[in-house]
């Protein structure tokens, strides 16, 4: 049931921008040619109550985790590393990569999770030694599925990681630190758009994700582009108190040129990408589930289902989802769980 949910509402209306975060999330799904496949059993097909796992971390199938407005960020500044074999190859003023390399140098993180690989062509990569960090220098235009790798490497080593990603990417990230209670140090890219190739033998064709409004990364610690910079300069942000600490540091340690940042340019491409519709993802039944109990205070699964006219299974999948978010309360928990008798949050 649940597994069908994601595909129904993110995989089959293309919303899905392969960020991996499903395939790390569980053992059943596999990223087959960048798309996330069930290849083993989904306990929800088997009779099991509880799970959604694979849904509730999809940043794709919660569009509303999306702030109205952005916040003021804590610092701005421009920069360009004095680390040449890192501007070599950097995307812009290598800011990413001469931050991760002193992060792993002094000992403030065991790994960071990044990508490497060609233009189109990402692969993801977990780097534990400073030496090998300039691979990761440089941005790939493709979706990379790199955030599988972080949940694998935190579950297998239980160590301090950061990430790169892109918003959607560490809207899913922060949904997952929730859910165990941990904390990543999260580096945003800023992001118009994402190109998917595909390539099916005849012709390569390259289709744009701009399934979000979120262009600077707002759930991210910091976050940078090359907005508001010179050429060869990256625009840095910090968005949390920890974000900040973290680029005081570095700042102080005289890695970086300092440029000129406009930040007028960051908010004016938020506020362009804030005009795009949303990713649609529609959720008309579990709506109708809120607005029904709503209506009538509390219901049975089973009563919520005959009035809706929908599976019970169905709506009962809806009611766990509404609960993870914590929109409904669970008022009884008999053995049978379509007789479970739910209300509406105040
Ligand atoms: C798809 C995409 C769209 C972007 N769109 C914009 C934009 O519209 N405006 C803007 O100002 N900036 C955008 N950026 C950010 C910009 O291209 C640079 O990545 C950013 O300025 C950092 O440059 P740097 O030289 O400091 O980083 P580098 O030191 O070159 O490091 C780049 C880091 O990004 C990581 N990385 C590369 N590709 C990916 C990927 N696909 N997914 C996750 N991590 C990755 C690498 O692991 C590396 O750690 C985009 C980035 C991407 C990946
Ligand atoms: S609902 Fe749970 S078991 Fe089923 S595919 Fe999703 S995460 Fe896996
Ligand atoms: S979690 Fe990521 S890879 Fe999985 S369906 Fe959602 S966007 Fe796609
Ligand atoms: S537009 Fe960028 S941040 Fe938004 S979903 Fe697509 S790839 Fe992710």
Not at 291 to 305: D, F
């Amino acid at each position: 049931m649940s597994f069908d949910l994601l595909k129904e509402q993110v995989i089959d209306r293309g919303l899905c921008e392969g960020c991996g975060l499903c395939v790390g999330t569980c053992k059943s799904i596999t990223m087959k040619d960048g798309v996330p496949t069930l290849t083993g059993k989904c306990i929800l097909r088997r009779g099991a109550d509880h799970c959604g796992r694979c849904f509730d971390i999809c940043p794709q199938a919660h569009p509303e985790q999306v702030p109205a407005e952005i916040e003021e960020p804590l610092a701005v500044v421009s920069v360009r590393s004095k680390d040449e074999a890192i501007l070599e190859s950097a995307s812009n003023g290598g800011f990413v990569t001469t931050l991760f390399k002193f992060l792993l140098e002094n000992g403030d993180v065991d790994a960071v999770v990044g990508v490497t690989g060609e233009k189109y062509s990402p692969e993801p990569m977990v780097v534990e030694k400073a030496d090998d960090i300039p691979s990761l220098a440089g941005t790939r235009y493709s979706p990379s599925g790199v955030m599988e790798h972080l949940i694998r490497h935190q579950r297998d080593t239980r160590g301090r990681l950061a990430v790169v990603g892109l918003p959607c990417e560490l809207r899913g990230v922060s949904r997952w630190e929730e859910t165990l209670g941990i904390s990543v140090l999260k580096i945003g890219l800023f992001c118009s758009n994402n190109m998917r190739k595909t390539d099916d033998g005849k012709t390569t064709k390259m289709t744009p994700c701009e399934y979000c409004t979120d262009f600077v990364a707002t759930h991210a610690d910091i976050s940078c582009g090359f907005a508001g910079s010179k050429k060869g300069y990256t625009t840095v942000i910090a968005l949390t108190e920890r974000g900040k600490a973290v680029l005081d540091q570095a700042l102080g340690a005289g890695l970086f040129e300092i440029g000129e940042a406009d930040y007028s340019r960051v908010t004016a491409s938020q506020a362009r990408k804030a005009k795009r519709t949303p990713a649609e993802v529609k959720r008309p039944l579990r709506e109708r589930i809120a607005s029904e109990l709503s209506a009538v205070g509390e219901a049975t699964t089973v009563e919520i289902a005959q009035r809706l006219e929908a599976p019970p299974e169905k709506v009962h999948y809806h009611l766990l989802v509404l609960q993870q978010e914590g929109a409904v309360e669970l008022l009884e928990d008999p053995s049978d769980p379509y007789r479970l008798a739910w209300s509406l949050k105040e």
